[in-house]
């Protein structure tokens, strides 16, 4: 079922109570356990007010995690945008977004239930597809721009970069069974996975230029 959008909002004071208790329900229990009484319980209003400021639970999940991106992106903004080197903007990248998935349980959580976050309607929402595929574009474009000033390695296949991070990116979602048993931190798998991947794209050093061979000092004869 595709969420619908929400109206427009007709208490925003009540209307913000009703997602911040959403966020924590979602957080603990995940999109199917999350129970709307309960929200609106939490929130201070009745279930009916609740449905006046969203049409379905779908709605509900949607807009707490357009305010989760909104705050994600400015963050992003700030702290990879400005690299200057592209290589470490796409590592910086990976390293981001496994910062966030750590840091906002909530994700781990959406994501552990629904891999494909189908209650959100992503793949039907064109909104959302095209902000996909600029995505794509502007992370094949600092391809491009590593290739340019020698910094990528110039055999890269360009076009799979974006999906590579795509794939990486959920990495933390699949490391809880080796964190379990202690022999390898999540941490250091993360960080291991980051050094390969910036390893795999980085053009190759150039050798140091061969020092030339002075002229071979004359030995003096004995007398």
């Not at 945008?81 to 994700?107: C, G, H, K, N, W």
């Not at 902000?131 to 721009?145: F, H, L, T």
């Not at 050094?195 to 794209?201: E, P, T």
Request: some cysteine.
């Amino acid at each position: 079922m595709v969420a619908r959008r929400s109206q427009k909002p007709r208490d925003p004071a009540r209307r913000q109570r009703i997602l911040e208790a959403a966020r924590r329900h979602f957080t603990q229990h995940g999109f199917k356990g999350t129970n709307l009484d309960a929200v609106a319980a939490e929130a201070g209003c009745a279930k009916g007010a609740l449905y006046l400021e969203f049409a379905d639970k779908e709605s509900l999940l949607r807009e707490v995690v357009e305010q989760s991106f909104a705050a994600i992106g400015a963050r992003y903004a700030e702290e990879v945008m400005s690299i200057a080197s592209p290589l470490e903007r796409l590592v910086a990248t990976l390293r981001f977004a496994y910062r966030q998935l750590l840091a906002d349980p909530m994700f781990g959580k959406l994501l552990h239930e629904d891999p494909d976050l189908r209650a959100l309607g992503l793949t039907s929402d064109s909104q959302k597809v095209e902000e996909g595929k600029a995505q794509v574009a502007m992370i094949r474009g600092w391809v491009d721009e590593g290739i340019a000033r020698g910094e990528i390695r110039a055999d890269i296949d360009r076009d799979a970069v974006p999906i590579v991070i795509g794939v990486l990116r959920f990495a933390p979602q699949h490391l809880g069974m080796i964190a379990e048993l202690g022999i390898f931190s999540t941490e250091r798998a993360l960080d291991a996975i980051l050094d390969v991947f910036r390893a795999g794209l980085a053009a190759p050093k150039s050798p140091p230029p061969a020092k030339r061979a002075g002229p071979t000092p004359q030995r003096r004869s004995k007398r």
